[in-house]
């Protein structure tokens, strides 16, 4: 049987949802069929955050990533598609599990904007009172 050199993950923060494809390659990031030099123009620190979970793992030049990502900003894209290259990460072997877990990269961000309430302009905002 032939070694398995495709790994899946979903990663999601916010409202955005990215699916991540990671191969055996040389380094290579792609977001939505663009680079991710491309995808996060003006906005390096957004680049680095995304790939983190490779850094951490000694893995940035093992892998190729291919991810799709809909929904939300880029700052919750970035945070999604980094979720997603490390629950594909932990699926390639226990022990970059492990590393992965300890760096609090496979816990989704549970933060989710506060729906709006009835009888309130947002969710925890009232309208002006007034006495008479």
């Known amino acids: ?41 003006g906005l390096p620190g957004l680049r680095e955050f ?11 030049n093992k892998y190729d990533i291919s991810a799709n990502v809909s929904g939300g900003g880029k700052n919750g894209q970035a945070g999604a598609i980094r979720h997603g290259i490390s629950r594909a990460l932990a699926k390639v072997d226990q022990q970059t599990r492990l590393t992965l877990r300890k760096e609090g990269f496979l816990t989704r961000d549970p ?19 007034s006495k008479r």
């Open 1 to 41: 049987m032939a070694k398995v050199t495709e790994f899946w993950g979903v990663g999601r923060r916010k409202t955005a949802i990215a699916r991540v494809i990671l191969k055996s390659g040389n380094g290579k990031v792609v977001i939505n069929k663009l680079s991710v030099d491309e995808y996060f123009s």
């Open 50 to 60: 995304s790939v983190e979970p490779l850094k951490a793992t000694n893995s940035l």
């Open 111 to 129: 933060r989710m904007v506060e729906r709006k309430k009835p009888g309130r302009p947002k969710a925890r905002k009232r309208f002006q009172f």
